[in-house]
């Protein structure tokens, strides 16, 4: 988990979105701080550094080096708050590397809540309001480390899921077996099946499969590489599998998905956002 410390001084921003029929957001390519609560549905976050999953009940900490993208799932809807630092503020910030990932916590009372005060503070630049948004979000992180703290002391998973999952998301590109896998981890086939659907949720060989398809539709949404290609480069053997799978994860063809059919493209902060070029 990261090691995280907030400094005074910063200047905080809040805001919401409710997307009832999905959409997507992006990318954003200037540096910055935001914690991401998901009061219902889901966000998928993606980037050059890692793609991750935020689902309802839950708030993240993300810190972009790179452009980054969020899709909010077709045929779901999902209500979104944030609460973001000024770019500057991230000299004041101390974290890890992003090697195990961006930090994400339950969604308790005390987030929930001070989410709510700072949407509720709105954009007004009066100093009064600015003196008592940037408490807030000074508060909210603060509850943030307590919920990173509270998640740590719960326990954190076992070294056998970690190298299985560090194996895989390393090596999904290529042809994988959970065999493969589990000689990485040092474990038995079976016991390693047993950790990870005990610890993640799923077993190994879907965790594969998620990872491929996360990978390709954040390459679909992100660049201009041909949908065959992509499909190779994330370890598909051909490129109808590819659209088969990624209709089954997103409800949409890979052409769809690219295109953005159907999806709501929000404004918020359109003055510093980009609008993704399919």
């Known amino acids: ?7 005074g001084g910063q200047t905080f921003s809040f805001g919401e979105a409710t997307y009832e029929n999905g959409g ?5 390519k200037l540096a910055y701080l935001q914690i991401l609560a998901v009061f219902e549905g889901q966000a998928k976050v993606g980037s050059d550094e890692g793609d991750f999953e935020v689902n309802a009940g839950e708030a993240a900490l993300i810190l972009n080096r790179t452009p980054i993208s969020f899709l909010y799932p077709r045929d779901q809807r999902t209500r979104v708050a944030w609460c973001e630092t000024a770019p500057s503020a991230i000299s004041s910030l101390v974290m890890k590397s992003w090697r195990s990932g961006p930090d994400i916590v339950p969604l308790d009372n005390r987030i929930h809540q001070l989410m709510l005060l700072g949407v509720e503070l709105g954009s007004s630049s009066r100093s009064g309001v600015n003196e008592v948004r940037n408490a807030i979000g000074q508060a909210l992180c603060s509850s943030f480390v307590l919920g990173v703290q509270d998640k740590e002391n719960l326990g954190s998973l076992p070294d056998v899921v970690q190298r299985a999952k560090a194996f895989i998301d390393t090596n999904f590109k290529k042809q994988i077996t959970v065999a493969d896998v589990a000689d990485a981890a040092i474990v038995s086939r079976q016991h390693l ?8 949720g799923l077993t190994p060989a ?10 390709g539709a954040a390459m679909l949404m992100n660049s201009g590489t041909p949908i065959a290609r992509i499909a190779y480069e994330c370890g598909y053997q051909d490129p109808f599998h590819f659209s088969r799978h990624i209709r089954k994860a997103f409800g949409q063809t890979p052409r769809e998905l690219r ?4 999806f709501r493209i929000s404004s918020i902060d359109a003055e510093e956002m980009e609008n993704t070029t399919f």
């Open 1 to 7: 988990m990261s090691s995280i410390v907030f400094a």
């Open 193 to 200: 099946t047993l950790l990870f659907v005990r610890h993640m």
């Open 24 to 28: 997507f957001f992006g990318p954003m």
């Open 259 to 262: 295109t953005g059919k159907g």
């Open 206 to 215: 879907r965790y594969i499969w998620h990872v491929r398809a996360s990978q």
